[in-house]
T-cell receptor, first 112, second 114 residues
Framework: GESVGLHLPTLSVQEGDNSIINCAYS??????FIWYKQESGKGPQFIID?????DKRQGQRVTVLLNKTVKHLSLQIAATQPGDSAVYFC???????????FGKGTLLTVNP | NAGVTQTPKFQVLKTGQSMTLQCAQD?????MYWYRQDPGMGLRLIYY???????DKGEVPNGYNVSRLNKREFSLRLESAAPSQTSVYFC?????????????FGPGTRLTVL
């Protein structure tokens, strides 16, 4: 089966709320994780990444948390805006190569 | 910089026809990738090229061939298209040869095989 998966296929939030998108992975050898955003009709766009020697990393309005104990990754979006509506993918890299394994994605819908 | 560009954006083929999807990047990246994206599934790696002159199979290479023409260009060829190859195809590139680099994606080619 897939080594990277998502708990929820869809997430609907109100504008201004915080969003949390979750991702589980099964390969303990994975040491690099990425979140991508994909808007309708476009290619995936890099949001934020985190390496396995970190638990948390922050960007502009986004935070990624990594819990290696339970092999769980989350993306937090603060003050969600309509422009954040998209599919969000997590992906993992096992470090010894440059191939990514992608999850199926979560559709985030932001209601005005 | 245009980043990663792909042509064509849309294509309709009949079963058995051949075509080449073109990809180019102007970021001087070493590695390039071809993925396919099907509804309800994550991106799956078809082929990749770690550096100019090298190519390797990914997760789903059957029915495809690739050419790393130079450092900038990486093409994907369907020799005899099948309906199962209906998908959205993405090209990507990374700066480094190894490991943990951010992948930059093109806008995609939407292919339908009838």
């Amino acid at each position: 089966g897939e080594s990277v998966g998502l708990h929820l296929p869809t997430l609907s939030v109100q504008e201004g709320d915080n969003s949390i998108i979750n991702c589980a992975y099964s390969n303990s050898a994975s040491d690099y994780f990425i979140w991508y955003k994909q808007e309708s009709g476009k290619g995936p766009q890099f949001i934020i990444d985190i390496r396995s020697n970190m638990d948390k990393r922050q960007g502009q309005r986004v935070t990624v948390l990594l819990n290696k104990t339970v092999k769980h990754l989350s993306l937090q979006i603060a003050a969600t805006q309509p422009g954040d509506s998209a599919v969000y993918f997590c992906a993992e890299n096992k470090g010894s190569n440059y191939k990514l394994t992608f999850g199926k994605g979560t559709l985030l819908t932001v209601n005005p | 910089n245009a980043g990663v560009t792909q042509t064509p954006k849309f294509q309709v083929l009949k079963t058995g026809q051949s075509m080449t999807l073109q990809c180019a990047q102007d970021m001087n990246h070493n590695s390039m990738y071809w993925y396919r994206q099907d509804p309800g599934m994550g991106l799956r790696l078809i082929y990749y090229s770690a550096s100019e002159g090298t190519t390797d199979k990914g997760e789903v290479p059957n029915g495809y061939n690739v050419s790393r023409l130079n450092k900038r260009e990486f093409s994907l060829r369907l020799e005899s298209a099948a309906p199962s190859q209906t998908s959205v195809y993405f090209c990507a590139s990374t700066p480094g040869v190894w490991g943990t680099d951010t992948q930059y994606f093109g806008p995609g080619t939407r292919l339908t095989v009838l």
